[in-house]
């Protein structure tokens, strides 16, 4: 067995920076000696900094395994308008999108900006 | 960048101050809700002598007081009570709407700062009147020696300065309050947008008379809470502020509605709202009076995002 990661997100033309309401779209890809229960793909934020951490999963879609130990499914999954990425002096909150793999509880996660123009907002600079 | 876990970061939870705040609460309650029952039990046992009035007053206030803090502990512990914030399945990104508040007879929307100094008020008088009766008492058992005098000079010195703020905050209430007013059918429910101009009616509710002047400025903040031992703290930063209006000539419009324009910057974000992490955005109106207590009303406004992203539309 190697240490490789066994769980991976490939998004749609690479990208890892989206606006606010859109779609964000990928491949799930997984590979294991036997095959998982159940492989899930979850869109998430969650906050860092002074404060205790928040978070909040926007979306999850389930990954039709087929009894299959490794595969490769699309997803798609929804961005609300809001909450925005941006980095404060307190504050710091990133969106991640998450492949969990269950029962074990196995995970790799992707972080992503979202805001306006694609990036994540800066409250220092404003 | 990718990361590698035993364990989903998304099926984590926040931590939280619930146990220790409820077990301090407990354990302080069960104290001071003693302390009362004693001096009731005190006063049940001994004769009718001149003292014994200062038990009757003592015994009911802080058995009762200390009886709230151990049903607030024990809420607390099992998780009915979440200090400072709300419980993490209720936490939500998107702010309050507008239509949640009051509206105006013209169907306007008006937000009003915060009752903070009434309900500073609420909790500070009782407790004022029970510090110092405990210190009026504990004086007058201890005598006239070296220790009395200490214990006069330490806890009546805190009963004092309790006075003084109770004093304070009833000045401040005199203070006149500020009020704005927002077209809610022009806004729809987020009110204020990042990179909008949004036309609001603002005016002062009291008299003006004592204000040499009025500072009316927009701040954008972020708020994040967290816990420190038994103590629920947080942190405030302001990351935006913007003079909007002020100088003296402002105080002639303070009594009428007056219309003022709010520019949420483009590179803000809109209000966020968790159980520990705040981004808030506020009217403040501000106002040095010379030996008064200073006017500082925040009124907090509800930002969404805006319009959506052109590249979006164009989907």
Not at chain 2, 134 to 152: K, P, Q
Not at chain 2, 284 to 293: G, K, T, V
């Amino acid at each position: 067995m190697t240490d490789a990661p066994r769980l991976a997100i490939r998004f749609d033309d690479d990208r890892t920076s989206y606006s606010p309401g859109e779609t964000v779209r990928g491949r799930a890809l997984w590979l294991y000696d036997k095959a998982p229960e159940r492989i899930e793909v979850r869109l998430f934020w969650y906050t860092q900094g002074k404060g205790d951490r928040d978070l909040g999963i926007a979306d999850t879609v389930e990954i039709d395994c087929a009894g299959a130990a490794a595969g490769d499914q699309p997803f798609a999954l929804q961005l609300p308008d809001r909450p925005w990425s941006f980095q404060g002096k307190l504050i710091t909150l990133t969106w991640s999108v998450e492949i969990v793999s269950l029962p074990k509880d196995e995970a790799e996660d992707f972080d992503i900006e979202v805001g306006p123009d694609a990036a994540r907002v800066d409250l220092l600079r404003l | 960048m990718a990361r590698t876990h035993g364990k989903p970061i998304s099926s984590g939870n926040s931590k939280g101050g619930r146990g220790c705040l409820g077990l301090f609460m407990l354990v302080w309650g069960t104290g001071f809700g003693g302390g009362g029952l004693m001096a009731l039990i005190g006063g049940f046992e001994s004769s009718s002598s001149g003292d014994d009035w200062a038990r009757w007053i003592i015994g009911p206030l802080f058995t009762l007081i200390g009886g709230g803090a151990v049903v607030f502990g024990l809420l607390t512990l099992l998780g009915k009570v979440q200090p400072g914030g709300i419980k993490k399945s209720q936490a939500t990104a998107a702010p309050r709407p507008l239509a949640a508040d009051a509206g105006s007879p013209t169907g306007d929307v008006v937000l009003r700062a915060g009752k903070q100094k009434s309900c500073a008020l609420l909790f500070l008088i009782p407790f004022t009147v029970g510090w110092n009766t405990m210190v009026v008492f504990m004086a007058d058992e201890l005598g006239g020696d070296a220790m009395g005098w200490l214990f006069v000079l330490v806890f009546g010195g805190a009963g004092l300065a309790m006075v003084l703020l109770v004093f304070y905050l009833l000045l401040a209430l005199t203070n006149p309050t500020a009020e704005i007013e927002v077209d809610a059918d022009g806004v729809g429910t987020d009110g204020f947008a990042v990179g909008r101009t949004t036309t609001i009616v603002w005016r002062m509710r009291g008299s003006t008379n004592r204000l040499p002047a009025l500072t009316i400025a927009l701040e954008g903040a972020e708020e994040a809470s967290y816990t420190r031992g038994t103590d629920r703290v947080t942190d405030r930063e302001t990351f935006y502020r913007a003079v909007l209006a002020e100088g003296p000539e402002l105080l002639a419009d303070a009594a009428r509605d007056t219309e003022l324009e709010v520019t949420i910057p483009a590179g803000g974000v809109p209000s966020f709202e968790a159980g520990s992490n705040k981004i808030v955005w506020r009217l403040c109106f501000e106002a040095d009076i010379p030996w008064w207590p200073d006017v500082k009303d925040q009124i907090v406004i509800p930002v969404g995002p805006g319009a959506p992203h052109p590249r979006e539309e164009l989907r």
